[in-house]
């Protein structure tokens, strides 16, 4: 067994010491490209200024004939583009792939000291996180880097999900979570084709009212995702990582991604992916709190003082507990304001 004492140690000589805390940046939405596609490459540096993270994307949705041109034009478009506060990711293809190896040690040594995080898919355990955490870290060391690069789960296989806990506790490189409902959807053998949101066969329906089964039982369609996302910011939240929905795929049903987006958010995910730049906005809205919450939330906070005791605004008790769930509110609504003059103006902090 690791003494706890050793996971602040670096990995391989010369690599830098792993961080004691995951530095916050906003995570609202993680804008995917394709960087083997040269007119969606070009478009990099102006979506950019437009997202608090981009994403070369190298595993799914990406032709096995374009492995290459994806990681190397990731290469092109990190070294030449200054990607100002927003963060740079990449997913790697899954570890179980040919082209895992290569993308790691292309991509730390050519561009390591542009990315942020790199995202691992089909995460099935803490063995998966070692595997890469060493990796990373010989070579962090080969290319002489500063600062650790982040790693960012996605929990897509039941697997994964049986192990969720171990892996957010795995590193202390692991950044975050992102739920991949299609390919857990695939790996539990659930029975839909539809890639996150939710299904109307999936629903409860109200008792029979008399002899006919079919007169007057209203239906109601549940939440197909809910255990998993509670489950996966509970052991985010634990190991102090940062959970997030992944894809909505229904792109013109920019209604249903907002409420998918939305139940994340209530639920304590960060943000979300965005696959077309109509969720970009989408994901801003809805992973940045509501002025009238945090006007709440300040005037809770406000009148709580020291936080101890029970004080009555408009004819609610609020007490430490509710004057903790404001701080969560008010604490992201002043982060993200920092960046964001609009939302300074909006929230009056
Ligand atoms: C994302 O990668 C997913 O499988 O949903
Ligand atoms: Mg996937």
Not at 95 to 103: F, G
Not at 169 to 185: F, K
Not at 234 to 250: I, K, M, Q
Not at 294 to 299: L, R, S, T
Request: overall charge negative; glycine content about 6%.
């Amino acid at each position: 067994m690791r003494s706890a004492k050793d996971f602040f140690r670096p990995l391989a000589v010369g690599a830098p010491a792993p961080l004691r805390e995951i530095p916050w940046s906003p995570s609202r939405m993680i804008h995917f490209f394709d960087p083997s596609n040269p007119k969606m490459a070009a478009k990099v540096p102006e979506i950019a200024t437009k997202v608090d993270i981009i994403l070369g994307n190298l595993e799914d949705a990406i032709k096995t004939e374009n492995k290459e041109a994806a990681r190397l034009g990731l290469v092109e478009i990190a070294k030449k583009t200054d990607f100002g506060q927003t963060q740079l990711w990449t997913r790697i293809n899954s570890l179980d792939s040919p082209w895992a190896l290569d993308d790691l040690t292309t991509l730390v040594t050519e561009i390591g000291d542009k990315l942020d995080v790199i995202m691992v898919p089909k995460v099935e355990g803490a063995q998966d996180i070692h595997y890469v955490d060493r990796i990373l870290a010989q070579l962090e060391a080969r290319a002489g880097l500063t600062r650790p690069i982040l790693v960012h789960a996605i929990l897509e296989t039941a697997e994964g999900m049986t192990n969720v806990e171990e892996i957010c506790a795995a590193s202390p490189r692991m950044q975050g979570v992102s739920l991949g409902p299609a390919d857990l959807a695939a790996s539990r053998r659930m029975k839909t084709t539809r890639v996150g949101g939710g299904h109307p066969g999936y629903l409860v329906r109200q008792d029979p009212t008399g002899d006919d089964l079919t007169e007057g039982r209203s239906t109601y369609q549940q939440d197909l995702w809910h255990y998993t996302i509670a489950r996966m910011v509970d052991a985010c939240a634990a190991n102090d990582v940062l959970p997030l929905y992944g894809p909505f795929c229904d792109i013109l049903d920019v209604v249903a991604c907002e409420d998918q987006f939305r139940n994340a958010f209530l639920l304590g995910c960060v943000g979300a992916w965005s696959l077309h730049p109509v969720q970009i906005d989408i994901a801003k809205r809805v992973f940045s709190p509501d002025p009238a919450d945090v006007a709440h939330a300040k005037q809770v906070v406000e009148a709580m003082g020291d936080g101890s005791g029970a004080v009555m605004i408009n004819g609610k008790m609020e007490d430490d507990a509710s004057c903790k769930q404001c701080l969560v509110m008010l604490d992201l609504a002043r982060a993200l304001a920092e960046r964001d003059p609009d939302l300074a103006a909006a929230y009056d902090l």
